[in-house]
Each structure stands twice: as structure tokens, then as C-alpha cells.
């Protein structure tokens, strides 16, 4: 398969794959990297069925380490736009792959954009519950929080000017074809939350036995690669 690196606005990008009318979109998750095992598949699999992916190093990821500015949700949304935009003069549909963080960030970035399909692994659907179990774990409160900015644990890192934005932004709308698919033991992303976003906006749920929030072992990725060419257009 094709690779082809290039730099979009500066920021480090992958296109997989040979050019053609489909582009596929592909945000990675916390810790990970525009090469994640998962993209990997996705590209493996979507290149089979005529698709070109995109994939990119989120702010403080990948080839982006050396940055210093801690992330911001509408970053991440504000580069997300650039890369449809791109895909968009590239292509003559555009579809999204979102892993964890990087599915929130696409929930967030493309609820009123053009999307043939979406799929989501592992994702993120509601990220002020996520931050609320994160403030538990740390045992402080929403006041303490504000007053100290800043909390480190050995978890993810809490930033409350994080926490107003997604407070002030919930997911309220998404209308795309969507498919969704978490571990069974995914302790990250309750299932009754992110089975409540998929009944709320007709999403197909996928669960796999066993499995956990970072799909990784050979059985949970090939598990994934199963999942996705019974789904890829």
C-alpha cells in the first residue's frame, strides 16, 4: 500500500493508499499516533474497497511531542475542519474513523458537515461523564478543580479550561450513518452511556466479548478487522 507523508498546514499527515473519489478521515486516541495498529487495519481494509485514508498527529502526539500547549477541544476541532477541507478537494465523499478522544473530537467537529460514514472505535461519547470519573479517581471537586487549574494524576492529566468547553458544548446532534464498536470490558466508556448516544442518534452498537477500552491484543484487532469489512461501504 501507498503512504504518502505529507504536511497539511504544517501539521504532520499520512494519506494511505491510492487516490480516489472516497477519503476516510482517521483521528486517533490519547497516547497514540497517526500510524496507531488501528489506522493501520482501517487503511488495510478501506484501500481493498477503493477508499484513500487520512490520518494525522493530534496536538501533543505523534510527530507533534515537542509541543508544549496543553489540548484544547476546539484545536482539535478547528484541525479536523482543515482536514475535511482538504479531503473534500481531494475526494468526492468524505468519511470519519475516530479511536477514543478522536471520535469525541469528530462528534464535535462534523455534526452539521457532509458525512457518508462514520466509524467509531472505543469512542468517547460523553466526556464530561469521563472527566467527572476522573475528578472522583483524584477525590476533588468541581471547586477544587477550578481553583487549582491543573491536576495531575497517573491517568490523564486535568485541565478545567478543558472542562468548561465540553461542558458548554455537549453532543446534541449527529444525523451520519454510524457504526460503533467497544470492548465489553471497556471501563472508560460506560456502555450505558455510549449505548445511550447510539439509541439517541440511531447508531449501530457493536460489542465485543471480552474486549477492552485499547483494542490491541491479536484477538481485539482482528476482532476490529472483522467488524470493519462487514461495515466499509
Known sequence: ??????????????????????????????????????IWILAE???LRGYQVLSFDLPQHGERVYETDLIMPDECVRELNMMYSY?????????????????????????????????LLSPVTDMERIIHNLMAYCHITEEE???R??????????????????????????????YMLRGENDTLCEY??????????????TEQKGGEHWFHTDSELDFFRSWLRERLG
Not at 498546514?9 to 500510524?35: E, F, R, T, V, Y
Not at 450505558?192 to 452498537?205: K, S
Open 1 to 38: 500500500m501507498n503512504l504518502n507523508k505529507i504536511k497539511i498546514d504544517g501539521i504532520p499527515a499520512i494519506l494511505w493508499g491510492d487516490p480516489g473519489d472516497k477519503m476516510i478521515i482517521a483521528a486517533h486516541g490519547s497516547h497514540s499516533s497517526k500510524i496507531d495498529d488501528c
Open 45 to 47: 481494509e478501506a484501500a
Open 87 to 119: 479531503a473534500a478537494n481531494h475526494a468526492r465523499t468524505v468519511s470519519v474513523f475516530g479511536c477514543s478522544m478522536g471520535a469525541y473530537f469528530e462528534l464535535l467537529s462534523f455534526a452539521d458537515t457532509k458525512i457518508e460514514h462514520a466509524w
Open 145 to 147: 478543580f477550578k481553583e
Open 149 to 178: 487549574i491543573k491536576v495531575e494524576n497517573d491517568i490523564e492529566l486535568l485541565y478545567y479550561p478543558y472542562y468548561e468547553y465540553v461542558k458548554k458544548h455537549p453532543i446534541s446532534k449527529w444525523d451520519h450513518k454510524t
Open 192 to 205: 450505558d452511556y455510549v449505548r445511550d448516544f447510539a439509541e439517541r442518534f440511531g447508531c449501530e452498537l
